[in-house]
């Protein structure tokens, strides 16, 4: 069911240490708790905010995985309880035929939903297995939440299928490196008139020779009009929060008689065949 009321939304920006998994975790905890008001109804952490980004091998994603209900359900688990809010966060899952690059949703003490990303970008391609399942739309209590994470966002139908499926908020757990990322966002929120919902890291990683990794911070809470709601700094760990009304995405009519989704036209989307001369 869909709350016609004003809801807050917290990101929290961090800078995690490789493979330091519990002071990472005591750090985002103090970033929400040190607020003069933690409440909130939405938290968003960024992808892999407890474990850092750079993987060198398999056998490293697998040390650090996690089943669902791990350690790190268990502490979404305690901020959803300290907030009141439903909390995503990025975790790499184990699953039964490899680990994946995965976001779980937690409210309270139960999992609502957990959800593998689809489309690895670059080096994952190498440590994760890709997720198999369409990305997830979820019911909370201000209305359907859909998730996707960090590069799925370059896919227009990634964001577009979790529009098309109701959702009015998009939580988008990120480690964004490349410098296009944050306005490209405002026209995924603008093209399927949803609040979009990135968390970002910052610092930078540069293990095992590998070239380094800037992660270039700029988490943002964005309307369905393309309103920067929120935006916060290219280098500091930080919390950023904004209210923001999730009934609002819920209609698609930008001219009196212009919803842009009843008029799609699907039948006509295909790759364009050029037409044979006899
Ligand atoms: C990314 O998908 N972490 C760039």
Partial sequence: MQNSGSIRVTIVQNNPDFGQVEKNMTSVESLILDQKDPTSNLVVLP????????????????????PEDGPTFKFLS????????????????????????????VSKDRLLV?????????????????????LPVVETPFGLLGVMICFDWLFPEA?????????????????????????GMILRSVENRVFTVTANRVG?????????????????????????????????????TAAIRPSEALSKKVAERSDFF??????LYHPGLSKKED
Wanted: proline share 7%; hydrophobic share 35%.
């Fill in 262 to 267: 009843a008029q799609r036209r699907p039948e």
């Fill in 159 to 183: 964001l577009r299928s979790l529009a098309l499926s109701g959702a009015t908020v998009v939580a988008h757990p990120s480690n964004w490196v490349l410098p296009f990322g944050p306005q």
């Fill in 204 to 240: 930078t990683e540069a293990r095992g020779g590998l070239p380094p990794l800037r992660y270039i911070g700029e988490s943002q809470i964005v309307s369905p009009k393309g309103e920067v709601l929120a935006r916060a700094s290219q280098s500091e760990a930080q919390i950023i």
């Fill in 47 to 66: 992808e892999l905010f407890a474990t850092g980004y750079q993987f060198l091998t398999k056998k490293e994603t697998s040390d650090l995985s996690e």
């Fill in 78 to 105: 305690r901020l959803s309880r300290e907030t009141g809010a439903v909390v995503v966060g990025g975790v790499p899952i184990r699953r039964p035929d490899g680990v994946s690059n995965g976001a779980l949703v």
């Fill in 114 to 134: 957990s959800y593998d990303k689809v489309h690895l970008f670059d080096r994952e391609r190498d440590l994760f297995i890709e997720g198999r399942s369409p």
